[in-house]
């Protein structure tokens, strides 16, 4: 994975790590659909992979995804969307002796997120 790439895991309030049923083998057999996969599941939780360099594509991080997924007992994921969005990364002031501002640097940087759905197929 690049340097400055996160994938998240963000549960839904149902989300539970113990999964009786969970037949996976392997990080492998987690599926990931970019549509609505073909079966009946319950979604567990929302993921997002953010590249702050934008310089990845969605397939460079599969294997993390899988991998990630696989150790939280999820079947698939469903990736949803990408989208560019602005980050405020960083604020730099200086002061005087007063507290009064007199230099003052802020800057942004577009992170690209993909966001998905974690899901366990339903048995």
Partial sequence: ??????VDFIPD???????????????????IY?????????????????DFENSGRISDYLNYIKKD???KKMD?????SA??????????????????VTHSYESETQVKIWRGYAYRDKR
């Fill in 1 to 6: 994975m690049m340097q400055c790439t996160t």
């Fill in 83 to 100: 989208k560019v969005e602005n980050v405020q990364d960083q604020i730099f002031q200086t002061m005087d002796s007063r507290g009064n």
């Fill in 13 to 31: 309030s149902d989300y539970t790590p113990n999964n009786p049923n969970y037949s996976k083998n392997n990080w492998q057999e987690v599926e």
């Fill in 76 to 80: 698939g994921v469903w990736m949803k």
């Fill in 69 to 71: 997924m696989y150790a």
């Fill in 34 to 50: 970019f549509t609505r996969p073909p079966k009946r599941f319950t979604i567990q939780g929302e993921v997002k992979v953010r």
